[in-house]
Nanobody
Framework: QVQLVESGGGLVQPGGSLRLSCSASTSIFSIGAAGWFRQAPGNERKLVAA???????EYADSVKGRFIISRDNSNNMMYLFMNDLKPEDTAVYYC?????????????????WGQGIQVTVSS
């Protein structure tokens, strides 16, 4: 069973930066697709960024140019670098992975999920 654990969330002022990390208990990031999703209160969980096993990436329009997804296969880690944060980025962020190789924006295609971590952007 694959376990994913997020870290690095917290409170940040608008315009600030955070780095989220996701640690995997197996080498899932080396063989499959992965992504970061977020869910704000009252909203559905949506894709923030995804990366395929071949390192193709896709971003939600709202974060393009501000967020970067990356992966460290040798250490079973995935990251989300978040810059120029805005109050509308406030949400619980989830790390997700799957054994299929191609990336996808649909939450239902990801098998493994972390427990989520809160990111709050506020002055």
């Amino acid at each position: 069973q694959v376990q994913l654990v997020e870290s690095g969330g917290g409170l940040v002022q608008p315009g600030g930066s955070l780095r989220l990390s996701c640690s995997a208990s197996t080498s899932i990031f080396s063989i499959g697709a992965a992504g970061w999703f977020r869910q704000a209160p009252g909203n559905e969980r949506k894709l923030v960024a995804a990366i395929s096993s071949g390192s193709s990436v896709e971003y939600a329009d709202s974060v393009k140019g501000r967020f970067i997804i990356s992966r460290d296969n040798s250490n079973n880690m995935m990251y989300l670098f978040m810059n120029d944060l805005k109050p509308e980025d406030t949400a619980v962020y989830y790390c997700a992975a799957d054994r299929r190789s191609w990336l996808d924006i649909r939450t239902e295609l990801y098998t493994y999920w972390g427990q989520g971590i809160q990111v709050t952007v506020s002055s």
